[in-house]
């Protein structure tokens, strides 16, 4: 899974290997469920190391095993991420001074860019997991980190609105945008992008007691999730309609499933905000309605999940691009839709089964449901394995 990346300038390095970076930092957060569904955490909302150390030194075997396996995944994929992260950085400084940047700058592609911001706003949330997960005493100082935070997020929220400054001028000024050859899904990235930032924004409307700070974290995560409303519903429109027309480019296939952990990431922000609003302006949010959101878009996930199982076993991708020697940066795209399906089967069943009664915690249908998410895991392990293989090996 490690293996050492080049160091030169790379010809067929694109922006879409950035996803290699995103998909091993979203395994992170798989992992982390584990602690946050079936660790008891009573002294925070989150699980922290103490709450981890109470586990290993007490009774229950289980509890000491998933400690263990969710360090153990935490540790080395949180290590993957950052390694891919910093290779790709350096071969996006490259990147930029060769003629196929310019080219790109001027054609459909050129959303492509965002999956620098996305990745990098993943890294700030796999670095507050790290230090949730392995920092004695974070609480304690938490109030002050959640400030840091907010401003990390609009570091990268200004870059990836710098990016869509420069497409969204350029083609609604001069035109140029080829919507014959829109048919995928691609132009999501920047929707994507947004509700990961998003995201991480909402945070401390969830986390946070000092009314002043979720307020920022409200209003700023709104900015974003709403931006990721709008530029994916414009999107979703253009690409389908290409696609229609033309079929679905076989090599951007993948790209069917980008909504999945968009919309992962899109009820994440939702819950974390009508968490704050409940907790802190007394709106009354956060009761069963929240199990009627958790529901809803699940589905919305497993219709486009059926959907691009259907265009993507027709064109035989899995055997070409992954299980067979052609090499494509889309490929990493597969990685993505998987750990969102895992994390929003954790969600939907501790969240919102568990929570409100529907079911009973670690009882046998409990752990048939939890056992699907844990299978689907371990495919996305998998790949990720493969596609390092075949890539950087």
């Not at 998933?66 to 995944?73: E, H, K, L």
């Not at 307020?215 to 309609?241: D, E, H, K, N, P």
């Not at 490929?331 to 929003?344: E, F, N, Q, R």
């Not at 009882?363 to 390092?388: D, E, H, K």
Request: proline share 4%; aromatic share 14%.
């Amino acid at each position: 899974m490690f293996y050492r990346l080049p160091k030169t300038s790379e010809p067929d390095w694109v922006p879409t290997y950035f996803l290699a970076a995103l998909g091993a930092g979203g395994l992170v957060v798989t992992f982390f469920m584990w602690l946050m569904h079936w660790l008891p955490h009573p002294n925070a909302p989150v699980p922290l190391f103490e709450d981890a150390l109470a586990a290993l030194t007490g009774d229950s075997l289980f509890l000491k095993m998933a400690v263990v396996g969710a360090w153990s995944g935490v540790a080395i994929f949180a290590v993957l991420h950052f390694q891919l992260l910093i290779w790709n950085v350096k071969q996006y400084a490259l990147f930029r001074k060769s003629n196929a940047y310019k080219e790109l700058r001027s054609s459909n592609s050129e959303t492509q860019l965002l999956a620098g911001p996305l990745t990098v706003a993943m890294s700030i949330n796999v670095a507050f997991m790290l230090a949730m997960t392995f920092v004695p005493g974070l609480w304690g100082v938490v109030e002050w980190l959640f400030p840091l935070a907010i401003v990390a997020f609009l570091l990268v929220g200004g870059w990836a609105l710098a990016l869509l400054k420069d497409f969204w001028g350029r083609v609604l000024v001069g035109g140029g945008f080829d919507c014959v050859r829109n048919n995928n899904l691609g132009q999501l990235l920047p929707a994507f992008a947004s509700a990961m930032i998003g995201v991480g924004l909402a945070s401390p409307a969830a986390m946070s007691m000092n009314i002043v700070t979720v307020t920022f974290s409200l209003v700023l995560s709104s900015f974003f999730m709403v931006m990721a409303f709008v530029m994916g519903a414009i999107q979703i429109v253009l690409g389908f309609r290409a696609m229609l027309e033309r079929g679905v480019d076989p090599s951007t296939a993948p790209t069917l499933w980008i909504v999945l952990p968009i919309i992962t990431t899109l009820t994440i922000t939702l819950m974390r905000q009508t968490h704050g609003f409940h907790v802190h302006f007394g709106s009354g949010a956060g009761g069963i309605e929240a199990l009627g959101l958790l529901t809803y878009f699940l589905c919305a996930q497993l219709v486009f999940g059926l959907l691009g199982w259907v265009v993507l076993s027709r064109y035989r991708y899995f055997s070409k691009y992954v299980t067979g020697t052609e090499k494509s940066a889309g490929a990493y795209a597969l990685v993505c839709p998987g750990v969102g399906m895992v994390v929003m089967t954790h969600f939907f069943l501790n969240t919102g089964l568990v929570k409100f009664g529907a079911m009973d915690k670690f009882s046998l249908a409990y752990w048939c449901v939890t056992g699907l998410a844990i299978g689907l895991q371990i495919l996305t392990m998998w790949l990720v394995y493969r596609l390092n293989r075949l890539h950087f090996a």
